[in-house]
């Protein structure tokens, strides 16, 4: 017999109970979606491993996507919510350099993001379901696109980039590295296919066409 849920969530005194309880869930999904496929995971095994009776679980989730959709979604929030940390400091070093480092953290994100997504495709509701989350407030692409613009508006405020829009800007920037990232992951081989640039390269060069566009007379390969 499964134990209780106040013995399962001994130690959390002062916590409402079902609230504790919701969480105690979905810690124990976001667990178990670290160690297995998703589309292995039945509502009997997340009750067994969250050390409560099968019915429990329908009592804080409409069913064992619901859980599974919370979950996932709880651990992308996290990490993109650490995302503006990473950026660089507007003014400081220089701005190439800057967009870069901002282009290789947005890599890094979606780089954590679309393996999980991949992992979805054999289950087109739960697949859905995400998706569709990470496209809803408090989430959605300004999450990650809106700590850019800052960016790009701060250097623009100092003066050392021009006048341009930084919203567009900073949606090329983002639309190019999850391409880039998605095709790293489709195929590991792709990226050198048919370049002999490794990525790092790659990154620069969607930077410096940023900056420098393809007016003529404008060189994309000459530094900032």
Not at 99 to 110: P, Y
Request: negative net charge; proline residues 7%.
């Amino acid at each position: 017999m499964s134990p209780r849920p106040a013995r399962v969530l001994r130690g959390r005194a002062g916590d409402d109970p079902a609230t504790a309880l919701r969480e105690h869930l979905i810690a124990t999904a976001r667990d178990l979606l670290a160690q297995r496929a998703v589309s292995t995971l039945t509502t009997r095994q997340l009750a067994r491993a969250a050390r409560v009776s099968d019915g429990v679980l329908y009592n804080h989730f409409a069913d064992k996507h619901d859980l599974l959709v919370t979950a996932l979604v709880r651990d992308y929030a996290e990490r993109a919510g650490g995302f503006p940390a990473t950026l660089p400091e507007a003014g400081s070093g220089n701005v190439e350099e800057n967009l870069c480092e901002c282009a290789r953290a947005v890599r890094r994100v979606v780089g954590d993001v679309l393996p999980t997504a991949a992992g979805l495709v054999s289950e087109p509701a739960l697949l859905h379901r995400f998706l569709r989350a990470l496209h809803s407030d408090p989430l959605g692409p300004g999450l990650l696109i809106d700590p850019l613009v800052e960016h790009l508006t701060a250097e623009q405020h100092l003066g050392r980039l021009g006048p341009g829009d930084p919203r567009p800007a900073a949606t090329l920037l983002f639309g190019a590295m999850v391409l880039l990232t998605a095709g790293e992951l489709l195929d590991p081989g792709a990226a050198r296919a048919d370049d002999t640039r490794d990525t790092d390269d790659h990154v620069r060069s969607v930077v410096r066409t940023l900056l420098h566009g393809l007016a003529p007379g404008r060189d994309p390969s000459a530094s900032s």
